[in-house]
């Protein structure tokens, strides 16, 4: 079961509960907002969860989907938490050791990624700088994190990143991670209750091109070198988070040089059981 934020029949943002195409449901209060249960404490958001639940009637899902992200809820994420990430960091690099350093060090890698006006729904284009020459996608398990610093859900994130951009100078990470169209997210959002153990995952993703798979690799939670809860507990140290904050915990399926996405890619992003998320790609913020 996962929560999910549609487009209404009125045109107006809605909130409700989907176990894919067998039931669907509404929260009481149409009124009610993501980040309004955010606000709450874990135990009571999964008690406003479980009865929506219990309203749930045989109805297929709503066909447009909306992100999981609304009000003044932000998308933050992490670097270098898997070794394939830092080897890749390191390639891209002319100052590779930095990467090295981080992976290694007790301070974890953190960013600012996005806002709601800036995150891509589902199916909906994402995209790569028209001023950038070598540019990836970065599938990553993201956690959703209520206003008291409790993991409450999880949902699938593509970090869209320019690792020319980047590879130039590291101060440039902003203007690789941060842009128009860099951040998708969906399709909605699996209780924390829900996941036995998030740190055996299955991520897999598939980009298309042409119509056929162009690249393709699989990789588990498990390789994370950080915890969860440890990469929550830096975000929150010296910040708060009224709305509520996800937070994508990096990747490690990273395409090997030459690959970069071109426009009219397809990313396919499969995490079980939470779901695929898949955006088509363009190029430049004037194609969104």
Not at 105 to 114: I, S, T
Not at 146 to 160: L, M, R, S
Request: hydrophobic fraction near 40%; aromatic fraction near 8%.
């Amino acid at each position: 079961m996962q929560i999910i934020r549609y487009r209404s029949a009125n045109g107006k943002a809605a909130l409700g509960v989907s176990s894919g195409d067998r039931s669907f449901s509404v929260f009481f209060d149409p009124l009610l907002q993501l980040h309004d249960l955010l606000l709450l404490h874990a135990g009571e958001l999964r008690s406003r969860f479980e009865e929506a639940v219990r309203s749930a009637e045989l109805s297929t899902s709503p066909s447009s989907p909306l992100a999981p992200i609304d009000g003044d809820m932000e998308v933050w994420a992490a670097g270098v938490t898997y070794k394939r990430s830092e080897e890749a960091r390191m390639e891209e690099s002319g100052t590779p050791d930095i990467y090295a350093q981080v992976y290694a060090a007790e301070r974890p890698e953190l960013f600012f990624k996005a806002t709601p006006r800036r995150v891509i729904a589902p199916n909906s284009p994402i995209a790569v700088r028209g001023d950038s020459t070598w540019d990836v996608p970065e599938p990553e398990l993201t956690v959703v994190v209520n206003a008291h610093a409790e993991i409450a859900g999880y949902t699938i994130g593509n970090d869209v990143s320019s690792r020319s951009i980047e590879g130039e100078n590291p101060l440039y990470l902003p203007q690789a991670k941060v842009y128009a169209g860099s951040c998708a997210l969906g399709p909605g959002i699996t209780p924390a209750w829900e996941i036995a153990n998030a740190y055996d995952l299955t991520i897999r993703m598939i980009i298309e091109r042409n119509s056929r798979v162009y690249w393709e690799g699989e990789t588990n939670t498990g390789e994370l070198k950080r915890r969860l809860e440890e990469l929550v507990s830096y975000l929150f140290r010296e910040d708060s988070f009224p709305h509520g904050v996800l937070l994508c915990t990096g990747t490690a399926l990273v395409p090997d040089r030459p690959f970069s996405l071109e426009e009219g890619d397809v990313v396919h992003i499969t995490i079980d059981p939470l779901g695929t998320l898949s955006n088509p790609v363009v190029r430049g913020k004037a194609k969104l």
